[in-house]
């Protein structure tokens, strides 16, 4: 048994930090590649790698203090997986419309996002009020 108290979460954590290594790997190979320092130097590709690295930077915190929070105060296990694996699908279907150009991929990924993120704040204050 894990004496970690939200072990659940803990999973989530680790997988997101993978991922957010993957994209974070290539805004630097994109740089190094097209020599750019700052900024995405007017550069399309680029541009939108860093975008996939800054809006996951943006959103995923928040969700997965979320996640820890409820797991913590005891929520159902089936909720806690259901909101970690929504927001890694979300946080790939985003990356990948953003990578695409495919706008529906971007607009899927946010609103399950966005669901996880409002979920996940109601059901952390229905827990503690």
Do not use: C
């Not at 954590?13 to 900024?39: D, E, G, H, P």
């Not at 991929?105 to 996880?116: C, E, L, P």
């Amino acid at each position: 048994m894990s004496t970690i108290p939200i072990p659940i979460t803990a999973i989530f954590v680790a997988l997101l930090a993978l991922m957010l290594v993957a994209v974070s790997v290539r805004v630097t190979v994109l740089r190094a590649s097209k020599k750019i320092n700052f900024f995405d130097g007017g550069d399309e590709e680029l541009g939108r790698a860093i975008r996939v690295q800054g809006n996951f930077i943006e959103y995923v915190p928040m969700a997965l203090a979320l996640m820890g929070l409820v797991e913590w105060l005891g929520a159902k296990p089936w909720i806690v997986y259901l909101m970690g694996i929504a927001l890694l699908l979300a946080r790939i279907v985003h990356a990948w419309g953003l990578y695409a150009g495919a706008f529906q991929g971007r607009v899927i990924g946010t609103t399950v996002n966005w669901i996880v993120l409002a979920g996940g704040g109601l059901l952390l204050l229905g827990l503690v009020v």
